[in-house]
C-alpha cells in the first residue's frame, strides 16, 4: 500500500519565478493538506482541499494556491517566488472525513530553495 | 490565537536514560493531540494520539504521553531510550470539533542520543 507521494524531491527556482509542487495521496483518502515546513520551524497549515475544493486557510499569502483532481491527488502553486519561501513543503492526506477524530498521515516533502 | 509550545529545542541523554518532552497547547475547547516523530532522512510519523479517553495514551516504540486537560499539557515520555530514537519530535494539536482541520504544531523538539 502506497503512503503519500510528493514531487519533485527537490527543487531550486530562482526569485520571481512561479512553481508548482506534487502530491498524490494515501489510497483511500480523499482529503489533502499542504504545510510549509522552514528549517528549524514546525510545520505551518497553508490550506486543506477536499472535493475539489479549498476547505480551509491558513495565513498564507495568494501566492500560494492550489487544485485537487477528480482522483484526489493535489498540487500546490506558488508565484512570485520571494527567498522566504524556502522551505520543505509537505503533503498530508487523511481518509475520508467523518467527523473530528482523523489523523493526517504525510509524505516525505519537497525541498524548495529559492535564489 | 492557538498555538503549541514545545519548551525544550535540544535534548541530549545517554541510552537507557528517561525522557520527558513537554508540550503546552492555548485552546480552551476540546482538543485533538498528536506526537510525531522525524527519523533523519525520513518523513514525519504518527507516534501517538489522543481523541478522548484515557488520558494516558500508548504509542509506538514504547512511548506514551499523558493528558493533564487542566495544565493544557501533552508531555511525551519514554522511560528508556535507545540510540535509535535520536529524531526530531513535533506536538500538534486540532481543534476536536468539525468546521477545523488544521494542524497546529510545535517547533519541534530535536533529541540525539548518545551510545
Known amino acids: 500500500d502506497a503512503g503519500v507521494t510528493q514531487s519533485p524531491t527537490h527543487l531550486i527556482k530562482t526569485r520571481g519565478q512561479q512553481v508548482t509542487l506534487r502530491c498524490s495521496p494515501k489510497s483511500g483518502h480523499d482529503t489533502v493538506s499542504w504545510y510549509q515546513q522552514a528549517l528549524g520551524q514546525g510545520p505551518q497549515f497553508i490550506f486543506q482541499?477536499?472535493?475539489?475544493?479549498?476547505?480551509q486557510r491558513g495565513n498564507f499569502p495568494d501566492r500560494f494556491s492550489g487544485h485537487q483532481f477528480p482522483n484526489y491527488s493535489s498540487e500546490l502553486n506558488v508565484n512570485a517566488l520571494l527567498l522566504g519561501d524556502s522551505a520543505l513543503y509537505l503533503c498530508a492526506s487523511s481518509p475520508i472525513f467523518s467527523g473530528p477524530f482523523y489523523e493526517q498521515y504525510f509524505g516525505p516533502g519537497t525541498r524548495l530553495t529559492v535564489t | 490565537a492557538q498555538s503549541v509550545s514545545q519548551h525544550n529545542h535540544h535534548v541530549i541523554l545517554s541510552e537507557a536514560a528517561s525522557l520527558e518532552l513537554g508540550c503546552n497547547y492555548s485552546y480552551g475547547g476540546t482538543v485533538n493531540l498528536f506526537w510525531y516523530v522525524q527519523y533523519p532522512g525520513q518523513h514525519l510519523q504518527l507516534l501517538l494520539k489522543y481523541f478522548s479517553g484515557d488520558p494516558l495514551v500508548k504509542g509506538i516504540k514504547g512511548f506514551e504521553a499523558e493528558f493533564i486537560k487542566s495544565k493544557f499539557s501533552f508531555n511525551l515520555r519514554k522511560p528508556s531510550v535507545q540510540w535509535s530514537d535520536t529524531a526530531e519530535y513535533f506536538c500538534?494539536?486540532?481543534?476536536?470539533?468539525?468546521?477545523?482541520?488544521?494542524?497546529?504544531f510545535g517547533t519541534g523538539t530535536r533529541l540525539k542520543v548518545l551510545a
Open positions: 482541499y477536499y472535493e475539489e475544493e479549498e476547505r
Open positions: 500538534a494539536v486540532t481543534p476536536g470539533t468539525s468546521g477545523t482541520y488544521k494542524y497546529i
